[in-house]
C-alpha cells in the first residue's frame, strides 16, 4: 500500500500597497497642532519610532488596497487571478458591515467561486488567516490561497486623541500561498484573552440606522505594550518548539510593527541580533492586520529575506489576540 504524498503549503508571491498620501510627522504635528492637539517629531520619533504614515483618500478603501496588494503577490507568484480558490482578508476596517471585504476583493480580480472570507482579529489578523488558509490547504480544501492584511485605521481614528492618532496608517500587504511537496509553513500558534478587550477596542456599532457607542479607537497603551512585549517572546519560542526547532534558527523576526521600542525588547528577549528583526514601522506606522504582510513584502523584495530561510511572523492586538507563524521560504 503507498500512502498519499503529504502536502505542506507554500508561500509562492507577495505583494503591497500603500495609499497616495505620505504624512511625515512634522507635517502631521502642524496639522493637529492648527486644531490644537500638541505633539511633535520628538516625541512621535522617541515613543514610537514612527516618522511617516500613509493616509487613505475617501476612495482608496480596504478592498482597493487590498486587490491592489493582491494583483503584486498573484503576479509575483506566476499565478492568474483564475488559479485562486481561496481568499482571506484580515481586516478591522472593512469597506462595509458586509458583504465581507474578501468578497470585495475576489470581485476586483475578476475571481468566481471558491471560498472568501474576512477574518477579525485586528493587529493579529493576517497570522490568524494565514494559520487559517494553511490548515485549509493541508487538508485540501483549497490549493492557491490569497491572504491578505488590508487596513484603513485613519478612518477610525480619533484626531483629537494624541495618545493614538499620530500611532496608526493605512496599507495592505498579501500573499499567495501554495500547496506543494515542500514544507512551507513549519508551525503555528494562535492564542486570545478577551478577558483584556478593553485596553484597545472600536466599541462603536451600527443599529437602527444610526452609530451607536464610540466609533473611534481608544487604547491603554502602557497596558497593550506590556502584554505585547510577554506574548510576543512567549509564543515564538512555543512555535519554533512545535516545529522541532530553536530560537536559533529563526533567520528574521517579522513582528507586528506597532512601536520600535517592541520590536527591540522581543528581539532581546529572543536573544536575536537588532540586524535579524524586520523593522518598517518608521515609514508605515502601525498598519495593524497589514503590518507584517507589508514589512514580508518590503524585507523580500529588497533581498533580505530569501528562499531557504526561515522566517517568524507574529501578530499582537485588540482581543486581547496574538499568534506567530514560522515559514520557510
Ligand atoms: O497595534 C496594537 C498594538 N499597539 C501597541 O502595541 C501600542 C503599545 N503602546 C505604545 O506603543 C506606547 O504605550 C505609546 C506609544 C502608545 C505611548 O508611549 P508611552 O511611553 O507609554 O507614553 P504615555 O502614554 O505614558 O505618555 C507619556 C506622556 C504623557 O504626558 P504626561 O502625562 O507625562 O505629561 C502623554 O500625555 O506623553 C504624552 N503624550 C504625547 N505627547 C506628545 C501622549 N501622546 C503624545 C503625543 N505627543 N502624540
Redesign the pocket.
Known amino acids: 500500500m503507498t500512502s498519499s504524498p503529504r502536502v505542506y503549503s507554500r508561500i509562492v508571491g507577495t505583494g503591497s500597497a500603500l495609499p497616495e498620501r505620505l504624512v511625515d510627522n512634522a507635517t502631521l504635528a502642524a496639522e493637529l497642532g492648527a486644531r490644537g492637539v500638541?505633539?511633535?517629531d520628538d516625541?512621535?520619533v522617541a515613543?514610537?519610532g514612527i516618522r511617516q504614515r500613509y493616509i487613505a483618500s475617501p476612495e482608496e478603501s480596504s478592498s482597493v488596497l487590498g486587490t491592489r496588494a493582491a494583483r503584486m503577490a498573484i503576479e509575483t507568484a506566476g499565478l492568474a487571478p483564475g488559479d485562486i480558490d481561496l481568499i482571506i482578508v484580515a481586516t478591522s476596517t472593512p469597506d462595509f458591515v458586509f458583504p465581507s471585504t474578501a468578497c470585495l476583493v475576489q470581485r476586483a480580480l475578476g475571481i468566481v467561486g471558491g471560498a472568501a472570507f474576512d477574518v477579525q482579529a485586528?493587529?493579529s489578523g493576517f497570522v490568524y488567516g494565514l494559520t487559517v488558509a494553511d490548515a485549509m490547504i493541508r487538508t485540501g480544501s483549497a490549493r492557491h490561497a490569497l491572504v491578505i492584511g488590508a487596513e484603513t485605521f485613519s478612518r477610525i481614528l480619533d484626531w483629537n486623541d494624541?495618545?493614538?492618532?499620530?500611532?496608526?496608517g493605512d496599507g495592505a500587504g498579501a500573499v499567495v500561498l501554495s500547496a506543494s511537496d515542500r514544507p512551507g509553513i513549519l508551525a503555528a500558534k494562535l492564542h486570545a484573552d478577551g478577558r483584556h478587550e478593553a485596553i484597545?477596542r472600536t466599541a462603536g456599532n451600527v443599529s437602527h440606522g444610526s452609530i451607536t457607542g464610540h466609533p473611534f479607537l481608544t487604547?491603554d497603551?502602557?497596558a497593550?505594550?506590556k502584554l505585547?512585549v510577554g506574548v510576543l517572546d512567549e509564543v515564538a519560542r512555543e512555535t519554533v518548539a512545535a516545529a522541532g526547532l530553536t530560537v536559533a534558527d529563526i533567520d528574521w523576526l517579522v513582528p507586528?510593527q506597532?512601536?520600535v521600542?517592541?520590536l527591540q525588547a522581543t528581539g532581546r528577549r529572543l536573544g536575536l541580533p537588532a540586524e535579524k528583526v524586520i523593522v518598517t514601522v518608521d515609514r508605515h506606522a502601525?498598519t495593524?492586520a497589514a503590518?507584517v504582510p507589508l514589512a514580508l513584502d518590503v524585507a523580500m523584495r529588497d533581498g533580505r529575506i530569501r528562499e531557504g530561510h526561515r522566517v517568524m511572523l507574529q501578530g499582537?492586538?485588540?482581543g486581547f489576540t496574538w499568534g506567530a507563524v514560522l515559514v520557510q521560504i
Not at 162 to 168: N, Q
Request: aromatic residues 8%; contains cysteine.
Open positions: 500638541e505633539t511633535s516625541w512621535i515613543r514610537t485586528v493587529c494624541r495618545g493614538t492618532c499620530v500611532l496608526f484597545l487604547m497603551g502602557q497593550v505594550f505585547a507586528h506597532a512601536n521600542r517592541i502601525n495593524s503590518s499582537v492586538g485588540g
